[in-house]
């Protein structure tokens, strides 16, 4: 028999485990260190910290999603920095998008007019994933606490992801 440990790819199962322990409404940051099969290049690597964030309660909509992570990325990175989303797919969120900025050692040159290998040509760098709650997921955790805390009809929430590293490396205007 194998080992019975695995390393965990992402911090998201503390989430479910949040919602089990508490009810809504909540908001919460979960840090962690993650492993993955990348291969490792100028912004991928084997082994990094990641941090999600969990919101859930009342009326909570894409707007305000959107309007939580404009507003970081426009902090951190400041107000010269193009903020983009575009529609993606992440199983336990639905809509689901990637946040991406325009690239730190390019200015977000697209490819033919000077970009670069760190945003691959492209002018922009994805920064997280994220999404409104799957009200799937809502259902699992009725049924996981034994009540209707979370039914979806009455609560709504999002969730994002996404490495610290990789944020302090475009942060800082490290490119590799």
């Known amino acids: ?54 919101v859930v309660g009342a009326s909570i909509t894409m707007a305000d999603l959107k309007g939580t992570l404009h507003t970081f990325a426009q902090v951190l990175f400041g107000p010269g920095f193009t903020v983009r989303f575009r529609p993606s797919f992440f199983p336990f969120t639905e809509p689901s998008a990637e946040v991406d900025v325009s690239c730190v050692a390019c200015a977000g040159r697209p490819e033919g007019s000077g970009g670069c290998r760190v945003c691959k040509g492209t002018g922009w760098l994805e920064i997280l994933g994220a999404g409104m709650v799957d009200p799937n997921v809502f259902e699992a955790v009725c049924r996981r606490r ?20 990789r944020i302090a490396m475009l942060r800082h205007g490290v490119d590799d």
């Open 1 to 54: 028999a194998g080992d019975p440990l695995l390393l965990r790819t992402h911090t998201s199962p503390v989430q479910i485990r949040v919602m089990s322990a508490m009810a809504p409404p909540l908001a919460v940051i979960v840090p962690g260190r993650t492993y993955r099969a990348d291969a490792q290049d100028a912004t991928h690597s084997p082994i990094f910290h990641q941090v999600e964030g969990l």
């Open 146 to 165: 034994g009540d209707r805390v979370y039914d979806p009809e009455r609560v709504t929430g999002f969730a994002f992801g996404m490495g610290v590293e």
